[in-house]
Nanobody, 124 residues
Framework: VQLQASGGGLVQAGGSLTLSCAAS????????MGWYRQAPGKEREMVAR???????NYAAFVQDRFTISRDDAKNTVDLRMNNLKPEDTAAYYC???????????????????WGQGTLVTVSS
């Protein structure tokens, strides 16, 4: 399973960006899709996750500024980020948890995979 992330860039404080991540390869199903970030000198932290029914979970620092969504037909997850702040500057990574194909197309072994990261820089 491979993930391709895109959408990072340079934006002024108060601006918006949308990150996108597409999963490809052979798998049975995807359960959780999410976005994490890692700023220089800091540990990676969860930004937002969304389960298969579409219930989102956000980190406290998001404060209603970000919206995560998924399209199971396309195996994609997006993160719309509004009112960006300089402290949002980080490398953003998408993460997907799911199941590989088992016997008779039943759910097989679970997997968790990461995208390559996309850089978001917010200037003040």
């Amino acid at each position: 399973v491979q993930l391709q992330a895109s959408g990072g860039g340079l934006v002024q404080a108060g601006g918006s960006l949308t990150l996108s991540c597409a999963a490809s390869g052979s798998f049975h199903s995807i359960s959780y899709m999410g976005w994490y970030r890692q700023a220089p000198g800091k540990e990676r932290e969860m930004v937002a996750r969304i389960n298969r029914p579409g219930d989102p979970n956000y980190a406290a620092f998001v404060q209603d500024r970000f919206t995560i969504s998924r399209d199971d037909a396309k195996n994609t997850v997006d993160l719309r980020m509004n009112n960006l702040k300089p402290e949002d500057t980080a490398a953003y990574y998408c993460n997907v948890d799911g199941f590989l194909v088992g016997k008779g197309w039943s759910p097989g072994r679970s997997f968790s995979t990461w995208g390559q990261g996309t850089l978001v820089t917010v200037s003040s």
